[in-house]
Structure formats: C-alpha cells, structure tokens
C-alpha cells in the first residue's frame, strides 16, 4: 500500500511536469524543496573512513565542556593507560635533537645577543641610574650565591646515612642556588617591575604532558598484521602515530596570569616550507634509546586547573644534572644538542599542558601563541632559550600538512662565575649572564586576552554542574588519572610456562578456555569505563531495586 | 663460543695450547629499521656492553659513542613427531652507535649469487616447457624424432 501511494504520487508530479506545471506550488507543505540539497559526498575508502572517524572524535574532544572532562575523554580507549614513549628530562640519548624538533615540530634559533651588552661592547656607558640598580642587584645576586654554597656546604658536613651521588649533589646545590637567586631577584627588581608582585612561584613543581607525533614507521607487528591482510598490503609500510608523554621537574618556575607577548608574527610562524625543513626521525624512537611505557595521558603544568589565576608560565629553571651521566664519548658538540633538545621538550611540554588547562590539546589545535623562557643550569653554568607555541597539531596528516611550526631561540651556555673560593667568595661574576637572567625577569607578560578568547574550546566548569554525584564523579575521575597510580585492577599476569605451551604452542588443546589469552581477550584494548559500577548500601539507597549501582558521568 | 675456561697450569707437557675465545661478537642484520649509525651484533652472553665497547675500539679501532645490549629469548618449536617443545639458546643483541656521520649497510654478499640461480631457474623451466610441448605435440605419433615436423 506505502509503495504504491508513493508510485501514486510520483506519477501525478509527473504528469504535471508534462503538462507544464511548475512543482513549486506542491513545495510548501512538502519534504521537497526548489533547490535540491545533497548531502556532502564522502569518499568510502578504508583510510577516509578512518580519518573521518579520527576527526569526529577530536570534534567530540572539543565539544567536551570542561577541562577535566576533556583529559578523561582522551583517556577513555585504554583501561591500563596509552603505550607511550617516555619522554623526560633526565634523559637524552646521543643524537637527541633532530628526534626532538620532529616530536615539537620546533625550529630552533640563536638568542639575539642583548642591546644593553652591545653597548657596553662598544664602549658606551648605559644610564647611570640603570647602572646602580645593577650594581645593587649585581651584589646582592653575588650575596646569594655565596650564602647558597656556604649553607650548602654546611648541609654536606651534616651526619648524613646516605652519601648523595654526583647528580644529587648538583641537584642539591644547584635548588639552593636556584632558589637563592629568584629570592634576591625577585625583592630587588620587584621595585621597579611591579608585574613581578604577582607571580606565583613553584618549587620542584610537576610538569607532564601527552600529545600525539605523526610520520613515524611502524611497528614491526603493525607491518606483519597489515601484511596479512589482502586488502591492507599496500598501506603496510605507511607512517603510524607515536604517542609521547613527558614528565619532568624543574628546579622552579614562575607564573602571571598574564601572557608574554609573542616574538614572532603570525605570518612568520606559518610557514610551510619552513615546516618541511625542519628534521624528522622517521624510524622508531627506540632505536635511539628512547623506552616505552604504558600510562594514562596527564597534563600537569605544576598545579590543579582553576586552582588559581597564574595560569601563564613565565620562567622556568630545568636541571642538567643527568648530563653527568652521559658518557664521555658522546662528545661536546653533543653535549650542546642535548642542552637544545631538553630546552626544547621541557618548554614544549609545558606550555602543552597550559593550553591544555585552556581547553586545547594535541588534537585541537591552538587559537593563540603562547611564550615561556625557559634557563638550564647547573648553578655555574646558564643556558637562556625563549619558546613560542604555534601549533600542537602534529598528528597524521597535520605533520605534512600544518603550515604552522614552534620557534626556540637559545644560548650557548654562559658561565655566571668561575668558583667560589675557599674562603667562600664568588671569583669571576660575568655581568653579562646575569644582565641575560635580569632581562629574563624583566619581560613584562602583557597580554590579557577575554575569556571567551582565552578558552575557546571551555563551554563550563565542573563547579558549574548542579549534580553534586556528577562534580565528585569527574573531581575524583580527573585526579586519579593525573596522579599516575597504577590501576586499582591489576593485568593479569600470563605466566612463562603458559607462553611456552599455551600461547606460543598449542600444546594443550583439550584444556578448557578459561584464561583471557584464549578466549581471544586484549587486556590492554580495555576502556577506561569497563569496571564494575560502585554499590550502593540498601541503608543509604532506601528499599529500592533502581540506584543499587552509582551512575558513572563518563564524557 | 669456547666450550672450556683457560684450564688451570698444570706440570708436564705440551704446555702451549690455543682455546677459542670466551668473547665473539657477530654482526647480524637487523629486523628493524634503525638510523644508518647503528650497528647490531650478537655476542657472547658473557659480554657486557663495556666488553663490547672495548672488544671494538681496542681490536678494530672503531669510534664507538654507545652501547646498549639486551637478551632476546630464544624460539620455541614444537617437535612434529612427538609433540615435545624445543627451546633455541637466548642470545644477547649489542646496539652499537657511532658517530652521527658514520654510517654503516649490512653487506649484501648474496644477491648476485640469488640473482644467478634464479636466471639458472629460469632456462631450467624454459627448457622443461619446450620437452613439455614437445611431447604434446608427439602424443599421437610416438616414437618420432625431434627434428621431424610437419
């Protein structure tokens, strides 16, 4: 009956066509309209339909309402946590930097040398009234130091059970000397640069960031299982994503809320030849020395998000410590490269993990530059780099594609002075480090930005939802992922004998199935939200049967 | 790998004996892409990568920035007669790295050899589809000679 009104009606607008009739008049209090409207013709290959897939769930990402939302829903495909390559800043294997500027998309400059040096070079005399505020500050720096190797020497006299290795005494002394500096700094510029009132200093401050890196080989297995299929043999040897988590632990850092005003224009920073020029590391990172492990995706720029207004980094002090445990035949050209790359990951990954308190990630891409200054040192030696973020889109496609790229610009390391003598005064203060470090400080962050400018991609806050079960559920969700604690559940164990005989040889067929190995079960291809649901207690519930289970508010 | 340790001194003759060496080293191909400054080996279990960093710089003069070793464990095979499962030894894989402007291609010493015996292969199967044809044509008249056609 359905068909044949359809056939019906189909038949009468034709017959009004042949009889000249426009179908205009029918339109009205139809479905039809004049102009045809077709949907979007969407090419049906296996790759496309992959890629569409990718992107619908990144659209999902940003339509995501909160920032803590955001980070569980990235982590909802894996249980036990992604496969990542343990990005840190305790290690940098030999020939680091080309790896590094790939995974960051970085291309890196020389610092301009300071205008103040130059004209001192050239025999100029700055103002005078500059030159005694740097006079002031120029002891009182030296004043820090000195007491910093003094108290240091005295913790060293102290009866202590374990004698420190060499990199914990770097790290000793160069957090006393670290934090020495920034207190003197900050009281005597605080006069005259008032934005340095309202930072926020973090001491050993935690910073870890995750993102997604494209134009790497595949794995061996990734070849094999696409070899073995018919229809997949062609995109065998095609480039996969590697998934990069860094953790790392400055000495300190300084926030503003507050931006730093970008050192390069937008049409600078898009520049895709420039993005085609920088180096890539197509072949697997481990075969650098790089290791992998599984773990939850975690941005942690060194506090909560919303835990307070300084969400803008401005400084940060990273350790090169773990440089001692290079060998020696990696060489001093190396040794450089090693400083660039750690620059580099450190700066990147911070910043990451500050977008991503403003509602961006590794697959949305950022709407604004961000700046942070980063100085290495060991107490007696100080690398200076600036960094500015353009893009975070580095996965698929995007590392062919983006135009945009990051920019690092750096120093050499400078020496702040020669030694400390034995009766503890400071030998050789190089005033032009420490004009590096003041001028450091001295960049005002400026930029202020609506907050509808600011976090795009925020539609919400968790304080904002009126469920108070949903604001704990996603409070304790958010946390638990970014504390890095193993799984309340372990994996399960397969044990040597079971690969022996079970897994890589079927010797005992006639076994009943009850381990997830064969019952063709991937542990690791878990979802975050396949775990039993919390019970609730009759007492609390009443005698209803309905809510005997907590609802779980997964994005 | 040597069976036995250097043996204890003992009086009497012959005193002048030649044992293989504990320590080997053996370069192999590897499975996986890796940058052209990187080397793999198979060495000696004994062998750790300070052995191994010595063994090259010191007998081949080689610039060696890095080792790194690990152990791969062995393939197991299961026996097609009686079901047993045999276990090949575990062997300790050496990733050498040298300077970044070395860069090293595992000899290929037995593509020509390969590239001849498939020509060989090739006549071989040539000749064997003449013989064949032959005898096709001759079905119905056997005994004929070779050079007799029609």
């Not at chain 1, 803008?312 to 410590?321: E, K």
């Not at chain 1, 400078?414 to 400071?426: F, M, R, V, W």
Request: hydrophobic share 30%; proline share 7%; net charge positive.
């Amino acid at each position: 009956m359905l068909k044949l009104s359809l056939v019906n009606q189909l038949r009468s607008t034709y017959k009004r066509c042949l009889a000249g009739q426009s179908l205009q008049a029918n339109v009205a209090d139809s479905e039809y309209s004049a102009q045809p409207v077709y949907p979007e013709i969407q090419d049906p290959s296996f790759k496309a339909r992959k890629q569409r897939d990718a992107a619908d769930w990144h659209e999902e990402i940003r339509q995501v309402p909160t920032v803590e939302e955001k980070l569980i829903k990235i982590n909802i495909p894996r249980y036990y946590g992604y496969k990542v390559v343990d990005f840190n800043d305790s290690k940098i294997p030999y020939n680091a930097l080309p790896l590094t500027q790939h995974y960051t998309r970085t291309v890196l400059e020389d610092l301009p040398p300071l205008p103040g040096s130059q004209v001192v070079d050239q025999g100029d005399q700055p103002k005078p009234s500059e030159d005694a505020s740097f006079k002031t500050v120029r002891e009182d720096v030296i004043e820090a130091l000195e007491f910093a190797h003094d108290y240091y020497k005295h913790q060293e006299k102290l009866p202590n059970s374990a004698q420190p290795s060499a990199v914990e005494r770097e790290q000793i002394l160069t957090q006393i000397i670290v934090e020495q500096l920034n207190r003197a700094l900050l009281q005597a510029l605080s006069e005259d640069h008032k934005h340095l009132d309202e930072v926020e200093v973090d001491y050993n401050p935690r910073h870890e960031a995750f993102w997604a890196v494209g134009g790497v080989d595949p794995p061996k297995n990734v070849i094999n299982s696409k070899k073995g299929r018919e229809w997949q043999k062609d995109m065998a040897n095609e480039s996969v994503d590697r998934l990069v988590q860094y953790t790392g632990t400055p000495y300190l850092s300084l926030r503003h809320r507050r931006q730093l005003s970008p050192w390069k224009t937008t049409a600078e920073s898009e520049n895709i030849e420039l993005s085609k020029q920088i180096p890539r590391f197509k072949h697997d990172p481990r075969t650098l020395g790089y290791s992998t492990k599984h773990q939850h995706a975690t941005n942690v720029p060194g506090y909560w998000p919303k835990g307070n207004e300084q969400n803008f980094g401005l400084l940060s002090f990273q350790s090169r410590a773990h440089l001692q445990l290079r060998p020696k035949s990696y060489g001093e050209s190396d040794l450089q490269e090693a400083l660039h790359s750690l620059a580099i990951k450190s700066s990147y990954a911070w910043l990451l993990a500050q977008a991503n308190y403003n509602g961006f990630n590794t697959y949305n891409e950022l709407t604004y530059p961000m700046n942070t200054q980063t100085v290495i040192t060991n107490g007696r030696e100080w690398s200076f780099y600036e960094y500015q973020l353009n893009t975070l889109l580095l996965h698929g496609k995007y590392q062919e594609d983006n135009p945009r790229v990051n920019f690092c610009r750096g120093t050499k390391p400078l020496p702040l002075y020669a030694e400390i003598s034995t009766n503890g005064k400071c030998v050789d203060f190089n005033d032009a480090t420490l004009r590096q470090l003041l001028n450091f400080y001295a960049n005002v962050p400026s930029i202020q930005r609506s907050n509808e400018e600011q976090q795009p991609y925020v539609a919400s806050d968790i304080s904002a939802y009126e469920n108070p079960e949903q604001r704990d559920f996603i409070a304790k969700t958010f946390k638990y992922l970014a504390s890095n604690r193993p799984r309340h559940l372990e994996l399960p164990e397969v044990y040597l004998w079971e690969k022996l005989y079970k897994i890589d040889n079927n010797n005992r067929a006639m076994e009943a199935k009850r381990r997830f190995f064969t019952l063709d079960v991937n542990p690791w291809r878990r979802t975050l939200d396949q775990h039993d649901k919390v019970y609730v207690p009759r007492a609390i519930r009443g005698k209803s049967r309905e809510n005997r289970y907590k609802k779980t508010y997964y994005p | 790998m040597s069976t036995r340790w250097y043996p204890i001194y003992q009086r009497g003759n012959p005193q002048l004996r030649v044992f293989l060496p504990n320590f080997w080293m053996k370069l192999i191909r590897p499975t996986e892409e890796q940058p052209p400054n990187v080397v793999t080996f198979s060495v000696s279990m004994e062998m750790t990568k300070y052995d191994v960093r010595s063994y090259l710089e010191k007998i081949y003069k080689l610039p060696v920035v890095d080792v790194r070793t690990r152990i791969a464990l062995g393939e197991t095979k299961k026996d097609q007669t009686y079901g047993y499962i045999t276990k090949k030894d575990d062997v300790k894989l050496a990733y050498v790295t040298l300077p970044r402007e070395e860069s090293f291609v595992f000899p290929d010493f037995f593509s020509e050899k390969a590239e001849k015996q498939a020509k060989e292969e090739k006549s071989l199967d040539e000749s064997k589809e003449g013989f064949r044809r032959f005898l096709d044509r001759n079905k119905k008249r056997p005994g004929t000679p070779g050079w007799f056609s029609i």
